[in-house]
């Protein structure tokens, strides 16, 4: 049975988990921890390394690998999904997530908190700080071996700083290790460029030195690899508007030939009835370049937020009605990746993390343990051809989404027909294949701005259409005036924030 990533000890819970400060980083272990009881062999640095992906699991309000409370990975929904359209409030959802929605965004609501992602940057910067003077205390480890573990920290800090990015806009760059309170800085925001700069350094790092296999296929999927610093680099590389450089980075991925499509279909035309379980009840498939790894021993967060009768979000309508659509004439003929797959069309159920299997069953408490899908082979594809579009290979571009349309049965009523010529028509219609394929993968807002703020916002009426239209009535005019000024697409910092950290400024639309 392959082993996972849960094989932590009691040792690194106490190094790189235990106590916290009251600091907006929650920066921690205290002095003396780390730089005497630890770091003396390759295995330390090997502990505290798996201590950094333990963090992208465990709670944000509780120190323990088994808290079931909200998680990174909840988090990344959040920020990810309900400032767009395919996502729907219940009676659960709490006060700050329908403000949200429905565009009162203010300081002082808690989802704005970026604690969460900084306490994982920060074993990121504990391991790159202190990791290297291993090599003195044991002759066994190489440099090879040194900097292959250090490419895992540096890529972890590349994507974190690259959601805060996306979601904040402009915030404090950290790059080094605090291992008490009276080490705290007082850090202002840092431009957009430099945190740009910054992952793009890091993940040049992690290219460079991460291996390119573990020979464990839950470790190839569930810890850095070079493919992975490949598909973070595509991503950055497209919000830069870099387009050469993002089809670089995808043909890596694609050209190293350990990643594919699982096809939706048999050789003989029928449906592939175990694809919704291959790639997302199970997890790490052939098509998986970077997945959270729960399991069993650490379920996610998932089921009370998202598949009890205590869910805080289903499906949209729109998801079956125009993402997907219906075929009234023949029910077997489907998109494989709608009902079933992302969602439950009966009731709406989010079913990417809900579903047991694609014939109606839901997973329970105890095994409400889905993946979090941070990148999968589809996604490489379809940001090479959003590159394509706007380096004047439009049908390059439509072909690399025909092929992830065949593989999903994609239905002839989602199917257009844009000019090849025009970038914004062949985009507008990745976005419509993105909604398809990442359904709730914390991607549909990121993917609304990437594709509005374009050229300076060009085509900032494409992100307009999608918040009017999911908008309560009554709140549609509100909503319109307030993501015509683009200042407004960023979160607000955290009121707690603010007055931890006198030399952060609010971002200038919540001012």
């Known amino acids: 049975m392959i082993q996972k990533l849960k094989y932590l000890t009691l040792l690194l819970f106490v190094v790189m988990l235990t106590t916290s400060c009251d600091k907006w980083l929650e920066l921690k272990p205290e002095d003396g921890i780390i730089r005497q009881n630890f770091w003396k062999t390759k295995e330390d640095i090997k502990s505290a390394v798996i201590g950094c992906y333990a963090s992208l699991l465990v709670s944000s309000t509780s120190t323990t690998i088994t808290s079931t409370s909200g998680s990174l990975a909840q988090t990344l929904f959040i920020w990810g ?53 291993v090599l003195v205390s044991d002759k066994t480890l190489t440099v090879t071996d040194l900097n292959a573990y250090l490419a895992e920290a540096h890529a972890l800090r590349g994507l974190m700083y690259f959601y ?13 290790s605090t291992s008490s309170d ?3 800085d007082q850090i202002a925001k840092s431009t957009k460029e430099e945190i740009y700069n910054q992952i793009i350094t890091d993940l040049t790092f992690a290219e460079t030195n991460a291996v390119t296999s573990y020979n464990v296929q839950s470790y190839d999927k569930g810890r850095i690899t070079k493919y992975t610093a490949n598909a ?8 830069m508007e870099k387009y050469d450089e993002c089809i670089a980075a995808c043909n890596k991925v694609i050209g190293s030939g350990k990643f594919g499509l699982i096809a939706g279909q048999n050789t003989d035309g029928t449906v592939n009835t175990q694809w919704f379980n291959t790639v997302f009840y199970n ?9 959270f790894q729960f399991d069993n021993q650490q379920v996610n967060t998932f089921y009370a937020f998202l598949i009890n009768t205590t869910r805080q979000f289903l499906a949209s309508g729109i998801v079956m009605d125009e993402i997907y659509t219906v075929d009234y004439l023949d029910d077997k003929n489907k998109d494989i990746r709608g009902d079933l797959a ?8 989010i079913w990417k993390y809900a579903g047991a299997n694609n014939t109606g069953s839901a997973r329970t408490a105890t095994s409400s343990y889905a993946h979090w899908f941070v990148y999968r082979y589809a996604d490489i594809l379809l940001m090479k051809a ?8 439009g049908q390059e571009a439509l072909d690399l989404v025909k092929v992830i349309r065949n593989r999903a049965n994609a239905l002839v009523a989602t199917e257009k027909a844009p000019d090849p010529l025009s970038p914004t028509e062949v985009s507008d219609y990745i976005m419509d294949e993105r ?34 239209k999911s908008a309560p009535p009554d709140r549609q005019q509100y909503i319109l005036n307030k993501y015509k000024d683009v200042r407004s697409h960023y979160l607000p910092i955290n009121l707690y924030e603010l007055q931890t950290d006198k030399n952060l400024v609010q971002n200038p639309f919540y001012q």
Request: aromatic letters at 12%; one cysteine or more.
């Open 386 to 393: 959003e590159a394509l579009a706007w380096t004047s290979k």
């Open 283 to 291: 997890g790490n498939s052939n098509e998986s370049i970077f997945e």
């Open 81 to 133: 999904e309900i400032r767009g359209d395919m996502v729907t409030s219940t009676v659960k959802s709490t006060s700050e997530q329908t403000d949200i929605m429905n565009g009162n965004i203010s300081a002082s609501n808690s989802i704005t908190s970026w604690r969460i992602i900084y306490k994982t940057i920060n074993y990121c910067n504990t391991v790159i700080d202190f990791a290297p003077q």
């Open 435 to 468: 909604a398809r394929e990442f359904a709730f993968e914390g991607k549909r807002w990121y993917d609304i701005l990437r594709n509005s703020k374009r050229n300076n916002y060009a085509h900032i009426q494409f992100l307009i259409d999608v918040v009017t």
């Open 342 to 349: 992302s969602v439950r069309a009966s009731d709406g159920m």
């Open 182 to 184: 009276s080490q705290l």
């Open 164 to 176: 805060l990015l996306r979601t904040f806009g402009e915030v404090p760059l950290q790059i080094k």
């Open 232 to 239: 973070i680099q595509a991503d950055v590389y497209l919000w």
